[in-house]
C-alpha cells in the first residue's frame, strides 16, 4: 500500500462517523452473541442471577443514550462555533478529530444501537431463558463501560473548544509535521538541484492546495522508467494548471504523467500532515486574532510565542548527515527556516506593535532562538526583532517603552551563535 493511500485511511479514520459505525457494528454483534451462547448455560442460572431484570436495563439505556447523544452532540456543535470564532476556523479541523470526542459520541451511540437490538430479540423470544444470562452479563459491561466513559466526557467537557486546549492542538499538529520534515528536509529524496533543459513539465489537474505527497511512489515511477523526477510543489503549495508542480527527465511522459500526476494529492484546503507551514500559520494566525481590538488578548498572543520557540527549537535538533536517502531519483526542496520565521512572527509583530509586553515576550523569544540553533537562526532572529521594534517605534507612544525594546533588539543582536549556557 503506498502512502497515499495510508494517508487517505489516516483521513478518513479521522472522521465522526467512522468509530460511530465502527461502534455500531460491534454494538449489533455484540447484542446477538448471545443467541449463540445461549444453549451453552446452565438451564437453572438465569433465576439464580435475576436475568429476567435485563428488559428494563436494556430499556433504561435505550432512553437514556439517546437522550445522552443528542446533547453531546449540541455540546460538540457549540464547542466547535467557540474554537471557529475565539480561535481560527482552521484550527476546527483539530477540534473535529479528537479521539476522546469520537470515542465518547460512538460509546453512546453504539449503546443505544446494543440496547435496542437487545429489546428487539428479546420482543421475538430469540433469545431464550439461557440467552437472557449473556445478555444480563454483557449489558452489566456495558453499564460500566458508559460510566466511565460519562467520567471522561465530563472533564473533557471542561477543555473542549477552549483557546488554549485548542492552541494546544495546533502546536502538536505543527510540531510533528515539523520533526518529521526535520528529519527528512527533502522528504527522503535528495536536495534539488538545477533542471535540465530536457526535463518536461507536469501541470496539475486542477486548482487548489497541495495535501500530500506520495514520494515514494514518485520514486517507483522514475526507478521504473529509469529516469528522474524534480518536485517543484510540495504540501501546502498553491497550484493552477498553468505552473509545472513538478519536471519529469528521461520518462516517458506519454504512459507516466497521469501517474505522476496521482501522487499530488490536490484540494481546496491545506492539511496539517506533511506542512509544517499550516500549523506555524494557524498559531499565528490565533495570536493574530486574540490581539484584536474586539478580543484585546495580549495573553493568548504572548502564549503562542512561548509555543513558536518550542516549534522552531525542533528544527535546532541535530540531523545525521549521512542518513540514507531512500528515494535518490526524486528530488525535493527543503523549506526555507526564514519562511517559518515569517510565517510565525510577522503577523504577532504587525498585530501587537502597540502593545509593549507582546513586544517584550517577542524580542526575548527571538533573543533565545537567536542562541538556540546554527547561524540562520540568528539571522532570522535578528531580522525580525528589527522589523518587531521599527513597527513598535512606529505604534509606541511612551517613549520609555520604546527604549525597553531597544535594549531587548540590541541584546538579540549580540548574542552568538550556539545553545545558550
Known amino acids: 500500500m503506498t502512502s497515499r493511500w495510508l494517508w487517505l485511511l489516516s483521513q478518513l479514520t479521522r472522521r465522526m462517523w467512522f468509530r460511530a459505525s465502527l461502534f455500531s457494528i460491534l454494538a449489533v454483534g455484540t447484542a446477538l452473541v448471545a443467541i449463540v451462547l445461549g444453549p ?3 438451564s437453572d442460572l438465569p433465576t439464580k442471577i435475576g436475568a429476567d431484570a435485563v428488559d428494563n436495563i436494556l430499556g433504561i439505556i435505550a432512553s437514556s443514550m439517546l437522550a445522552v447523544t443528542t446533547f453531546s452532540l449540541s455540546t460538540m456543535v457549540s464547542a466547535y ?16 478529530e479528537d479521539s476522546t470526542t469520537q470515542n465518547v459520541l460512538a460509546t453512546f451511540i453504539g449503546s443505544f444501537l446494543y440496547s435496542l437490538v437487545g429489546i428487539i430479540a428479546l420482543s421475538t423470544g430469540a ?21 466511565v466513559t460519562l467520567l471522561r466526557w465530563i472533564d473533557h467537557l471542561s477543555r473542549l473548544g477552549r483557546v488554549t486546549e485548542t492552541t494546544e492542538r495546533v502546536e502538536k499538529a505543527a510540531s510533528e509535521a515539523m520533526r518529521m520534515r526535520c ?3 527533502h522528504m527522503g529524496g535528495r536536495a534539488m538541484t538545477a533542471i535540465p533543459k530536457a526535463a518536461r513539465p507536469i501541470y496539475a489537474s486542477r486548482i487548489g492546495y497541495v495535501q500530500h505527497l506520495d514520494i515514494g511512489q514518485l520514486s517507483h515511477i522514475a526507478e521504473e522508467g529509469e529516469g528522474v523526477i ?25 504512459e507516466q504523467e497521469s501517474e505522476i500526476r496521482a501522487c499530488f494529492t490536490i484540494d481546496d484546503i491545506r492539511s496539517f500532515d506533511q506542512d509544517p507551514r499550516f500549523g506555524t500559520s494557524v498559531l499565528a494566525e490565533i495570536a493574530s486574532r486574540a490581539l484584536s481590538p474586539g478580543i484585546n488578548d495580549p495573553g493568548t498572543a504572548i502564549d503562542v510565542i512561548g509555543r513558536a520557540v518550542r516549534i522552531l527549537a525542533i528544527w535546532a535538533e541535530p540531523v545525521d548527515p549521512e542518513q540514507d536517502i531512500p528515494f535518490p531519483r526524486v528530488h525535493v526542496s527543503a523549506i526555507d527556516l526564514g519562511e517559518i520565521f515569517d510565517d510565525l512572527f510577522t503577523p504577532i509583530a504587525r498585530d501587537g506593535a502597540g502593545i509593549v509586553e507582546v513586544g517584550i515576550r517577542l524580542q526575548k523569544a527571538l533573543k533565545a532562538l537567536s542562541r538556540l540553533g546554527p547561524s540562520n537562526f540568528t539571522e532570522n532572529a535578528v531580522r525580525h526583532s528589527r522589523l518587531a521594534l521599527e513597527r513598535a517605534e512606529a505604534s509606541l507612544t511612551l517613549q520609555q517603552d520604546i527604549d525597553v525594546l531597544r535594549r531587548l533588539s540590541e541584546d538579540v543582536e549580540c548574542t552568538q551563535v550556539g545553545p545558550a549556557t
Open 40 to 42: 451453552y448455560i446452565p
Open 81 to 96: 462555533s467557540a474554537a471557529t470564532s475565539n480561535v481560527t476556523p482552521r484550527a476546527t479541523r483539530l477540534v473535529m
Open 127 to 147: 433469545y431464550g431463558s439461557t440467552g437472557r444470562v449473556v445478555l444480563f452479563l454483557v449489558t452489566a459491561g456495558v453499564i460500566v463501560l458508559i460510566v
Open 183 to 185: 528529519k527528512r528536509p
Open 230 to 254: 524534480f518536485v517543484r510543489s510540495t504540501p501546502g503549495a498553491f497550484v493552477v494548471p498553468t505552473d509545472p508542480i513538478a519536471w519529469a527527465n528521461g520518462l516517458d511522459l506519454d
